[in-house]
């Protein structure tokens, strides 16, 4: 193994592979400062040009690129109070506090130090599994490698943000969606409908980039001002940097965190942050200062966003189960190249395992120099309004969707599937599952044709891995469970019923008839699936028809449980009207902070009218419905009542992509997008002139330029194929 890692470090002698770090560095920089992007749109837009390219140098480019994206992304969030990730939301809150007290170079060295340490950290962990996990890894057979993949996708869907139906539905759904194509098994069509085009499947840069790409850009697209009013770049970068070295065991605590937080599935830099700002905070002894801008508030979330990144590498390369979205577009990466993440990797490419760290370790300490010496630059790009972003974010993600197959179908099953994307995370349905189910779909039928030739009926579920697996995919399903009953057997507090009920910004449709009509969608997928997949051969229908009809129970389900939830809305929205009604005397009843169960106890009577908490929120209790619906704001009694701006300005600039893409067909690419591009910058971003001028220059001279740097090819339209 010391060969094989010094072997991987002297591979670096190389200026090409140097420069491919190099310039995945600088793309995950940029990618980390524009909000709702990160680690994500970083992989998927320099995917296609690895495409071509030795394994060795796409690794490079990937890893150099996810190292840094959460280095970059604290820029932003300190010095506007605008993170450019979620898990950027953590620093901000002492960061840009600290920021605001003319501090800032005092709190972004602590944040681009943290993060180098937690990178470099990362990398130690992910060197330390290889010969612990080796021997492990080695030992799997079919049955195990199997389990793996089932495991890798209800995970995600189990430890992600939304409940455990969603996530289920969602990562079924993403299984079925990578079943599109020719059976590993048989080479039999499915689900292609008779088209020459889904019959090589669908592109894995198209669904990612679609997914949360273009899902993210039409969901800010209505911002035309910057974030927030910017701090200055003020303060000593030396006060920072001695202050950073006092801190070291926040770091360390930071970074374990930020591993374990990674190699669990789905949980990823956003949860792992928030546990690492919670681990600092308890074991505090002066709390009075977190928020306001405490060094310990930056140095452990900041220590855990790199970290996890590394901590996702573990369980993708060693068992084949991403961690993530980023990790997940990974994996497809190796399995075009051939690279079978597990045994194979472990036994046949362990040269590549250590490529892959020593990279991760390279670029974040590159990440932090040159966040150091271009913070300035850097942060002018975060005063951008997002709405100006867009138009080229649009041109150069479906540029990135087309290398990959080379086909305009593409580009259009990008655009429906960003549509799709955009509803999941509207609604609070966990998209990562369903990019994960996407990635292991093949993998895991092959992997199940295998075992039922090589084992007879369920002699294979014995295998002591195997047990091991289950029990692994079981408990957390069974504890997600046991909390939700005793969630229903209690009943919730007015500030429970508040926090559930109040619109999540980057869910405004939870709850309404969007929700409901998602729902019904996923019945009508899975039912279709199974009388599509009932006329395919034994083999080639076998895991399709499972999946339809695991997925069609849990869906049901799933409408059940939003058709329950719109009736407790209907009938206390109802409860507030009639207690509106009622006039004063409806609104005399206090109920305890504690909630309708602390006032049961008390012996008090809970009237069906409005009344009031102890802070002084007006609330309603519905004795049907077990229900205290506090009433922050008309939302919330009426979920259906959102702002329907956000929808309308969605699809508007789905209407645009849609438009572009019409364009590129008939015009081709260079063409069609100096035409969308100040089209798009004047009558949706609404900005001046000249912007939009130097902006379509630069995006041309881009365009012009960027097939004899790197080897893309720009869509050809049907007129100038005639010309």
């Not at 303060?235 to 070291?248: A, D, F, N, Q």
């Not at 084949?320 to 979205?325: D, Q």
């Not at 390279?362 to 150091?372: D, E, Q, R, Y």
């Amino acid at each position: 193994m010391l060969d094989s890692a010094m072997a991987a470090l002297a591979s670096f002698a190389d200026p090409h592979l140097l420069l491919m770090m190099l310039a995945g560095v600088l793309a995950g920089l940029v990618m980390g400062l524009i909000p709702g992007l990160g680690g994500t749109a970083a992989v998927a837009i320099l995917l296609p040009i690895t495409f071509g390219m030795d394994p060795a140098s796409a690794l490079a480019l990937l890893i150099g690129a996810l190292a840094v994206v959460h280095t970059s992304d604290t820029v932003s969030a300190v010095l506007l109070g605008a993170p450019g990730s979620a898990s950027a939301s953590v620093t901000m809150l002492d960061g840009y506090s600290m920021a605001r007290k003319g501090q800032a170079k005092r709190a972004l060295s602590l944040a681009f130090l943290s993060s180098m340490a937690g990178g470099i950290i990362g990398a130690i962990g992910l060197t330390l599994a290889i010969p612990l996990a080796r021997p492990l890894v080695l030992s799997f057979a079919s049955p195990e490698l199997f389990m793996l993949t089932v495991l890798g996708v209800a995970l995600a869907a189990v430890l992600s943000r939304g409940n455990l139906v969603k996530g289920l539905v969602s990562g079924l759904l993403g299984l079925l969606v990578g079943m599109v194509g020719i059976a590993p098994t048989t080479a039999e069509e499915r689900f292609t409908f008779g088209s020459l085009f889904l019959g090589d499947g669908l592109s894995l840069v198209a669904i990612a980039l679609g997914v949360f790409g273009l899902a993210e850009i039409a969901s800010r697209a209505s911002q035309r001002r910057p974030d927030g009013t910017p701090v200055k770049v003020t303060g000593g970068w030396g006060s920072g940097i001695r202050e950073w070295l006092t801190h070291w065991t926040q770091v360390i605590r930071g970074s374990l965190i930020g591993i374990v937080a990674g190699v669990l599935p789905g949980v990823g830099a956003t949860a792992g942050t928030w546990m690492a700002y919670g681990q600092a905070v308890a074991t505090a002894k002066d709390k009075r200062q977190f928020g306001k801008g405490d060094p310990r508030g930056i140095v452990g979330p900041e220590s855990a966003n790199n970290s996890v990144e590394a901590g996702d590498l573990i369980p993708t390369f060693l068992f084949g189960i991403p961690g993530g979205v980023p990790s997940a577009m990974l994996l497809g990466m190796l399995l075009t190249y051939g690279i079978q993440p597990g045994p194979n990797i472990i036994g046949e490419h362990l040269d590549l395992m250590y490529l892959i760290i020593w990279t991760f370790a390279i670029a974040s300490v590159l990440g932090a120099l040159l966040c150091f010496l271009s913070v300035k630059p850097l942060s002018s790009l975060t005063k951008v309004p997002f709405a100006a972003l867009a138009a080229g974010l649009v041109v150069v993600m479906f540029l990135g969707s087309f290398q990959e197959g080379g086909q305009l179908g593409d580009l259009w099953i990008m655009l429906l599937l960003g549509i799709a994307g955009w509803i999941l995370k509207s609604i609070d349905m966990p998209r990562a599952p369903f990019l994960i189910g996407f990635v292991l779909a093949i993998p895991m039928e092959r992997y199940y044709f295998l075992t039922e030739s090589l084992y007879d009926g369920f002699e294979w579920m014995l295998r002591p891995g195997t047990l091991v697996f289950f029990a692994v995919l079981v408990l957390p399903i069974i504890w997600v469970l046991v909390k939700a009953i005793r969630t229903k057997l209690r009943a919730p507090s007015a500030k429970e019923i508040a926090t559930h009920n109040a619109i999540d910004a980057e869910a405004p449709l939870k709850g309404t008839v969007w929700s409901r009509w998602t729902a019904v969608g996923a019945v009508v997928i899975f039912a279709g699936s199974l009388v599509m997949s009932s006329s395919y051969s034994p083999e080639a229908r076998l895991l399709p028809q499972l999946i339809g009809w695991i997925g069609l129970a849990l869906s049901i389900l799933f409408l059940v449980n939003e058709l329950r939830l719109w009736r407790t809305s209907k009938a206390a929205a109802a409860r507030v009207a009639e207690g509106d009604a009622g006039g004063e005397d409806a609104s005399s009843e206090v109920v305890p902070a504690g909630g309708p169960a602390v006032a049961a106890a008390q012996g008090g009577d809970r009237p069906a009218g409005s009344s009031s908490t102890a802070d002084g929120a007006d609330s309603a209790y519905d004795p049907d419905t077990g229900l205290v619906l506090t009433e922050l704001s008309e939302e919330i009694v009426h979920p259906e009542a959102r702002d329907p701006h956000r929808t309308r300005h969605a699809f508007l600039t789905f209407a645009w992509m849609g438009a572009f893409l019409v364009l590129v067909s008939l015009l081709g690419y260079l063409a069609a997008s100096m035409i969308f591009v100040p089209a798009f910058l004047l009558l949706q971003a609404r900005v001046r002139i000249k912007t939009a001028v130097i902006y379509t220059a630069a995006i041309f001279l881009f365009l012009l330029v960027l097939p004899s740097l790197v080897p893309v090819d720009l869509p050809q339209g049907l007129l100038t194929a005639l010309i």
